[in-house]
């Protein structure tokens, strides 16, 4: 799996930073999100499915 972000999409909520801050981070200048880690293993795999749904915007997806 990889995690894809679409930064038109983005609106700098900052909630998948929240849900999971080894995945994510905020650029400092816009806010925008930051994959910090494409493909996670192991507990991260839920982590990144729990951003995907917490996100205001459907900014982040997830590709098999
Ligand atoms: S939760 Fe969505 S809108 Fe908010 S920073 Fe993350 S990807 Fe962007």
Known sequence: MKIVADLSRCVGAGQCVLTEPAL???DPEDGTV???DEQPSG???RAAY???RVCPSQA???EE
């Open 24 to 26: 994510f981070d905020q």
């Open 34 to 36: 930051v994959v910090l």
């Open 43 to 45: 507990d991260l795999v």
């Open 50 to 52: 729990d951003a995907v």
């Open 60 to 62: 982040l997806s997830i």
